[in-house]
């Protein structure tokens, strides 16, 4: 083969690899479709940050009750992000994940109302628990126990709710995320894994703060690659989600 032939062959190749429909250019669309969900389900947190920044945690009344309700909006940001993340792995640069997280994101404070109640609710037993008996080690086992426990429910809640088909009611969904819980302890364990690995990666130096715009979509995405992987059961997850 000549020279020209090898030539125009790697730049043929080159060109493929380069143009608007190749890998390069996908993998770069992919990417920004993962920091448009990541930017969005923080900017669900928004009141979450803004307590945080503003209020911060005191042992009073009026903090506790805003520390709860700062975290509303974290339910349907989680299912959101497991709808938007599911529709990344499967189309990728195609998924307009951004646009599918806000239409989850409102459909999920309807059908997920209770779960929002609930959630925080939950915060703000453990909020007074903490505030009237955090001098005891005991107490704080307890609440660090409750509050992993809690996250693992209502994050097996989003992603049934994701999963789901059809919409259903509130306590067929509480009890099929607590059989969840129960016959796959495992797969709970790995959510919390990848979860507190996610927040240790943030508190690296240099690398945190950039991580922070692209780990939401990475934890949704490991949680799905993670429930595929181990097979959980009661999931009928589409790879296209309508």
Not at 1 to 15: D, E, F, L, Q, W
Not at 104 to 114: E, P, V, Y
Not at 190 to 215: C, E, H, R
Request: aromatic share 8%; charged share 10%; with cysteine.
């Amino acid at each position: 083969m000549s020279n020209t032939s090898r030539t125009t062959g790697a730049g043929a190749r080159v060109r493929a690899v380069l143009a608007l429909d190749g890998p390069v250019a996908g993998t770069a669309l992919t990417i920004f479709q993962g920091f448009v969900v990541s930017v969005s389900f923080i900017g669900c947190l928004g009141p979450a940050l803004a307590f945080s920044a503003l209020v911060g945690w005191q042992s009073t009344h009026l903090a506790i009750w805003l520390g709860a309700a700062s975290l509303l909006p974290l339910v349907p940001a989680m299912y959101a992000l497991l709808r938007s993340t599911r529709r990344l792995l499967a189309d990728r640069g195609e998924a307009q994940g951004g646009r599918l997280f806000w239409r989850s994101f409102a459909s999920g404070c309807r059908s997920l109302a209770w779960a929002v109640i609930a959630a925080s609710a939950v915060v703000l037993l453990l909020a007074y628990d903490f505030a009237l008996f955090g001098g005891s080690d005991a107490m704080l086992l307890f609440v660090a126990a409750a509050g992993a426990a809690s996250f693992a429910f209502f994050v097996a809640v989003s992603v049934l709710a994701a999963a789901a088909e059809d919409d259903h009611g509130g306590v067929a969904l509480a009890t099929a995320a607590a059989k969840v819980m129960a016959r796959r302890p495992h797969v709970v364990l790995s959510w919390l894994l990848l979860t507190g690995l996610g927040v240790a990666a943030l508190l690296l130096p240099v690398v945190g703060p950039p991580l922070a715009l692209f780990l939401p979509a990475l934890l949704g995405a490991g949680i799905h690659i993670c429930n595929d992987a181990l097979r959980l059961p009661l999931i009928d997850e589409t790879r296209r989600t309508p």
